[in-house]
Each structure stands twice: as C-alpha cells, then as structure tokens.
C-alpha cells in the first residue's frame, strides 16, 4: 500500500476532504478563473468519490445503463449512494420530464451540491441526505446501513445504480440493501451494481502476482486493508449468488472488470445486473 493512500487513511473523513479542497485548490482557481465549465460539475476538490474523470466516469455509467440496464428517457431511476452528482449530471441530459432521478447519500456537501446545482434547473431530480455511519465518509453517527429502510415507496424504480457502493460496505449491510432494492424495485426493473468479486480464478491471479491487488480473506468477505474495514471490499462470489437468491434477484450478467485483467471488463470493478 503507498505511503500517499496509507497517510490518507488516517485523516478523518472531514480531514480528507479538507485535505483535497487544498491540494487541488491552484487548480480550481485557475478552471474557475478561466474555464467555462458547466455549473453541474463540482470542482476537483469537492469531488470526495474517488479519482478519475468525473464527466466521462459520469457519461460511461450512463452508456452501461442504456446498454444493459434498460435505461430510456422514461425511467424511473434511484441512484443508491449518489455522491456528488457523477451520474445525475449526465442523466439531466438523458430524462425526459417523464422520467424521474431519486438519489441519497451520507455525505451532506455532495447532496447540498446537488440540491444547489442539479434540482432547481431538473424538478424531477431529487436529492435526499441520510445520516449513516461509514468509517471512509461519515462518522458522525453510529446508525447503521444494515437497519436502514430506503425512504421510497415499494415498486417505485425501474432502474437501479450503485456504482462503487458494495466495495465499501460489510455483509450486513449489503443484504440490507439487497431487501431493500427487492422491494423498491418494479417487477421486471433491473439493477446495475458494481462489486470486487473474488472466486478461483481471481484468486489464482492474486497469487501469480498477475493483479497487483491483493485482498486479505475474511470469510465471505476480504480487505484490501486488514485496518480499513469499509474501504475496497470484495466478496466471494458463491456467497453473492446465495444472497442474491435469498432476496429474489437474478443475476442476468456477470462481467468480471479490468481490476482483475480481464481485458474485455465493462469497468474497472465487476458489473452484475440484477433483475427482479
Ligand atoms: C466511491 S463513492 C461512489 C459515489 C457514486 N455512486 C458515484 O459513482 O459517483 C461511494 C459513495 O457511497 C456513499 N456511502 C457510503 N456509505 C453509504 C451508505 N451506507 N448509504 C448511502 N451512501 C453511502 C459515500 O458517501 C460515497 O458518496
């Protein structure tokens, strides 16, 4: 693990994005001086999700969700997790005023973004703050995903996302969420969620040193960081299957993401359509 990454992991969640408004602060002013960037996209330092390049990470989730995920201009989405916009923004472009965008997050200034940037110009895109402890983002409480009852009616969704979601979360609180998408989900909706499976063959290739990520075993579960429980998770992939039955969801594709070498992933991490 890099010295950078291992720094990071020890500033609180605040700290870390604090740490982020800083270093990226030359830069921002510099876009905000002299660039015309569309007033939807948040600038480098308050992106708080990750690296990469939020507009096409943004656009690239859009294309797999009209690929394989049934995604029209009339759908009714939830974005589980919706950070600070990445696929709402794209989507504002994609809806029709038919079709409708409900996300929720943990981390109060990716919403208030949101609210402030993306819902008054989309009336049918909502943005929702929910208070939950995560070690990675929030620690401001001790409520705990796998308790928690998604603030939507049943039957509600045709088209679900969590991208980069079950990589940050524990067993419990991925079945949770599963019972909670089996039951806002419409029949015949479909689910997008994006996951590190583990299984022989990835394992075999953890071992040849052919992926230089290398998780430490915890049962159903592994770390990337034996210290950072909520962090990069990955899960066996015959312990996914069992609980994707338990809570009514077919697995209509499995795609196994570059992470792991495989040059024909749709992602970085593994892609599963679920279907209800
Ligand atoms: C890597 S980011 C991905 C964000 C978004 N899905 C995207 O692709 O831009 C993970 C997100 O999960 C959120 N999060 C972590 N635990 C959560 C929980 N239990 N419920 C809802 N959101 C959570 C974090 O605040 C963060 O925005």
Same mark, same amino acid.
């Given at each position: 693990?890099?010295?950078?990454?291992?720094?990071?992991?020890?500033?609180?969640?605040?700290?870390?994005?604090?740490?982020?408004?800083?270093?990226?602060?030359?830069?921002?002013?510099?876009?905000?001086?002299?660039?015309?960037?569309?007033?939807?996209?948040?600038?480098?330092?308050?992106?708080?999700?990750?690296?990469?390049?939020?507009?096409?990470?943004?656009?690239?989730?859009?294309?797999?969700?009209?690929?394989?995920?049934?995604?029209?201009?009339?759908?009714?989405?939830?974005?589980?997790?919706?950070?600070?916009?990445?696929?709402?923004?794209?989507?504002?472009?994609?809806?029709?005023?038919?079709?409708?965008?409900?996300?929720?997050?943990?981390?109060?200034?990716?919403?208030?973004?949101?609210?402030? %940037?993306?819902?008054? &110009? /989309?009336?049918? =895109?909502?943005?929702?703050?929910?208070?939950? $402890? !995560?070690?990675?983002?929030?620690?401001?409480?001790?409520?705990?995903?796998?308790?928690?009852?998604?603030?939507?009616?049943?039957?509600?969704?045709?088209?679900?996302?969590?991208?980069?979601?079950?990589?940050?979360?524990?067993?419990?609180?991925?079945?949770?969420?599963?019972?909670?998408?089996?039951?806002?989900?419409?029949?015949?909706?479909?689910?997008?969620?994006?996951?590190?499976?583990?299984?022989?063959?990835?394992?075999?290739?953890?071992?040849?040193? %052919?992926?230089?990520? &290398? /998780?430490?075993? =915890?049962?159903?579960?592994?770390?990337?960081? $034996? !210290?950072?429980?909520?962090?990069?998770?990955?899960?066996?992939?015959?312990?996914?299957?069992?609980?994707?039955?338990?809570?009514?969801?077919?697995?209509?594709?499995?795609?196994?993401?570059?992470?792991?070498?495989?040059?024909?992933?749709?992602?970085?991490?593994?892609?599963?359509?679920?279907?209800?």
């Amino acid at each position: 693990m890099g010295i950078l990454r291992t720094i990071y992991y020890k500033l609180s969640p605040r700290g870390r994005r604090i740490a982020r408004r800083i270093y990226y602060f030359p830069v921002d002013l510099c876009d905000y001086i002299f660039s015309q960037r569309n007033s939807m996209i948040p600038p480098k330092g308050k992106i708080f999700i990750g690296s990469g390049d939020f507009e096409q990470q943004g656009l690239h989730i859009c294309d797999l969700l009209l690929k394989h995920a049934g995604l029209n201009e009339n759908s009714h989405i939830l974005d589980i997790r919706c950070g600070i916009g990445r696929v709402a923004v794209p989507l504002t472009g994609i809806l029709s005023k038919n079709g409708s965008y409900d996300g929720f997050d943990i981390v109060k200034e990716g919403i208030n973004w949101c609210n402030k %940037k993306i819902a008054p &110009k /989309f009336s049918n =895109f909502h943005f929702k703050h929910v208070e939950l $402890k !995560n070690d990675l983002y929030n620690l401001n409480t001790e409520d705990k995903a796998k308790n928690f009852q998604f603030p939507y009616p049943d039957n509600s969704f045709d088209c679900i996302i969590l991208t980069s979601v079950f990589t940050h979360m524990m067993p419990e609180d991925v079945e949770n969420y599963l019972s909670q998408i089996h039951r806002v989900m419409k029949p015949g909706g479909k689910c997008l969620v994006t996951f590190f499976i583990l299984n022989e063959t990835i394992t075999q290739l953890m071992v040849s040193g %052919k992926t230089h990520f &290398k /998780f430490h075993s =915890f049962g159903n579960y592994s770390l990337l960081d $034996k !210290n950072v429980k909520e962090a990069n998770v990955a899960f066996q992939e015959n312990y996914l299957l069992k609980i994707f039955e338990k809570y009514q969801l077919k697995a209509s594709l499995i795609n196994y993401g570059k992470w792991s070498g495989n040059e024909n992933g749709l992602d970085f991490q593994d892609v599963i359509i679920l279907e209800k």
